[in-house]
Structure formats: structure tokens, C-alpha cells
């Protein structure tokens, strides 16, 4: 059974910093494709960052670029979003998304871990 296990979601003021991560099971972690997405109250889920699965090629949106870094760690099966100067828009529940390598390929989603950017 696959899981996608979110977590280190939190309230933090502008300006702070958060880790999330997310510990994958039940297929093959090392082949699979991961980004993390985020949807904030009434808008559509957006990606925020992805990470290869061979080469660790990183992918980032714009909003987050140069605050934000993903990052694998293969023998934990984890995917893990550092989140530097932090922004009240970046408020939203953030979602761990994997591709698998098979065919056809298959995704997979976590359950979402909420972050709070606040004064």
C-alpha cells in the first residue's frame, strides 16, 4: 500500500523558516519522481518545487525561488522542503506528490500538512 506521509507543518511569523517532510512507503522511492504542491483557501493547487528521481534535477515556481529548496534523501525515502523567509502568502496546506517510473506512470499524494504564516 502506497503511503505519503507529510509532516512539520506549523504557525510561523514572516520571515521565519519551516522544514517539511514527507516519508514515502509501499513502492520503489529511489525511481519515483517527488515535488511538493501547496493550495491555499479558494485557489487551485499549485506546484512548488520537484526533484528527479536519478539526477536530483531541481524544479522550482517562481514565487518560491531562491527561499525554498527540495531535497531527497533516498535511504529514508524521504523528500524533504526547506522554507526560508517565509511570506504570509505562502500560507496554504502543502501536499507531497510522487510519480512512479512504471508504465503507465502512476501518482500518488499525501494527506497535506498545514503551514501558517502569521504576525
Known amino acids: 500500500q502506497v503511503q505519503l506521509v507529510e509532516s512539520g507543518g506549523d504557525l510561523v511569523q514572516p520571515g521565519g523558516s519551516l522544514t517539511l517532510s514527507c516519508a514515502a512507503s509501499g513502492f520503489t522511492f529511489s525511481w519515483a519522481a517527488m515535488s511538493w504542491y501547496r493550495q491555499a483557501p479558494g485557489k487551485e493547487r499549485e506546484l512548488v518545487a520537484s526533484i528527479t528521481s536519478t539526477s536530483g534535477d531541481t524544479n522550482y515556481a517562481d514565487p518560491v525561488k531562491g527561499r525554498f529548496t527540495i531535497s531527497r534523501d533516498n535511504a529514508k525515502n524521504t523528500v524533504y522542503l526547506q522554507m526560508n523567509s517565509l511570506k504570509i502568502e505562502d500560507t496554504a496546506v502543502y501536499y507531497c506528490k510522487a510519480v ?17 504564516v502569521s504576525l
Not at 100 to 116: A, K, L, M
Open 100 to 116: 512512479s517510473s512504471g508504465w503507465p506512470p502512476r501518482s500518488y499524494w499525501g494527506q497535506g500538512t498545514q503551514v501558517t
